[in-house]
């Protein structure tokens, strides 16, 4: 079962972003077990409780708190207290008011991704390969006009690929 003690806790204060660092970590859910995800849910502010609680699949519920306990987790550690709050900037952005840590967060099928900063702002993104629909409206919509000129690049077997 994971517990606070269980957590590598002298690596994680090593691993607290100096200057134009970013450390990353990546969490598998399908290594965490009932009890964990119960003590991770634990970690969560009653805000947070309730946003897990209203996921209508388990899949759903369990990545979200696997994600924001695991950041409670390294939080804790990095800024040394517990009782912070997780704002949201216009965007949807969280950070902690009045902290120098920069993070993000992502989730997709199996992994988490987190990356820490320090007063650097950070954005992280993962996603499950699968097969996507209409992917040229999706690529023309939304990417960059060098990253359409990149992808137009590859060979169509490795589009899929370079997409993700």
């Not at 949807?92 to 900063?117: C, D, E, R, W």
């Not at 320090?118 to 006009?145: A, C, F, S, T, W």
Request: with cysteine.
């Amino acid at each position: 079962m994971l517990s606070q003690p269980d957590w590598p806790i002298g690596h994680l204060q090593k691993s607290i972003p100096i200057e134009e660092e970013i450390v990353c970590w990546r969490v598998f859910l399908d290594r965490l077990s009932k009890p964990d995800l119960d003590f991770l849910f634990q970690l969560l502010d009653s805000n947070e409780q309730s946003r897990a609680n209203s996921f209508l699949k388990d899949a759903d519920k369990y990545r979200y708190i696997a994600a924001h306990g695991v950041l409670r987790i390294f939080l804790n550690e990095m800024l040394g207290e517990k009782g912070y709050i997780i704002a949201k900037n216009a965007y949807g952005k969280p950070y902690v008011p009045q902290a120098s840590i920069q993070f993000n967060l992502s989730h997709s099928g199996n992994m988490i991704l987190l990356a820490f900063t320090n007063n650097i702002p950070i954005g992280v993104d993962v996603e499950q390969m699968r097969d996507i629909d209409n992917v040229d409206l999706i690529v023309k919509e939304y990417l960059h006009p060098n990253e359409v000129k990149e992808l137009s690049a590859c060979q169509l077997h490795e589009s899929d690929q370079a997409f993700f």
